[in-house]
């Protein structure tokens, strides 16, 4: 080995070196699952997008056959009878990019619990003028499988100290506390909203959609390879300065320093 890298072979560069070996494959692997999550909810975002345009044409299938709602159920078209009872108004929801809320209404089925039924939605502040009432005697709903909704995710409002009469949130959690009925852990919207309202469009199981997180996975992607070239970059950053430093030392270039008088007591 050249007299200049010597040093490589102090304690010191054996320390930095193995460091540097562990660092780079360490980055890049942690770059690549990154990448992988990235790569992945893509695909169930695509996924997710053919099953929604699937589910619209097949049939209605029984609503406890369904349940629980996961990635493979939410969206499915079910059916379910009952007579609709208590009606809450949803505040602060978006459709078309327009502003309104949610009609919606528990259908008590036969099996003791009630089903939470968004039947449509209205433009506008709440009003509960507007809502026009359920239809009354026994009927039949169709519409996309929902799950509950979780209070501060997908835009869904944490808020708290509504009127009477409204829900921030359409989930079991919520609403134990403001109808007198057990309920179903999931909600339905209708294909079709009664009364001229408008139809809710059926959301993307959580997880499966281009959110925040899928590309919070593709910053983090770029941070972990840059991380990897920055340790390279300043390994030979490192490597330059101690090879100038004893190139200089060889040639003499070194100044040295002018020992301090020693002065008597």
Partial sequence: MDGVYRFLLTPRWWGINVFVLLAIPFCIFM???????????????????????SDQH??????????PVDKATSGRRVTASGHYGKQLLVP???VDGRSGF??????????????PVVRGWLPGRVDAAKAPAAPGGEVTVTGALQASETPGDNGVSAQGGLP??????????????LVPYRLYDAWI???????????????????????????????????WFVFAGFVVFMWFRLLRREAEAAR???????????????TSG
């Fill in 248 to 262: 200089d030392a060889e040639l003499g270039l070194v100044p040295q320093e002018t020992p301090e008088p020693v």
């Fill in 92 to 94: 602060g929801r978006q």
């Fill in 31 to 53: 770059g690549s699952w990154q990448l992988s999550r990235f790569e992945g909810r893509v695909q169930e975002h695509r996924s997710a997008t053919k099953q929604a345009a």
């Fill in 58 to 67: 097949e049939t209605a299938r029984s609503l406890d056959s369904m349940l």
């Fill in 164 to 177: 009477a009469g409204q829900t921030a949130a359409i989930s079991s959690a919520s609403l134990v506390n």
């Fill in 189 to 223: 919207t209708l294909d079709r909203a009664d009364s001229g309202m408008k139809a809710v469009p059926a959301a993307a199981p959580d997880g499966t959609g281009l959110d925040l997180k899928a590309f919070q996975n593709l910053g983090y992607t770029g941070e």
């Fill in 102 to 115: 949610y009609v919606l209404t528990l259908l008590r089925t036969d099996s003791g619990k009630a089903l």
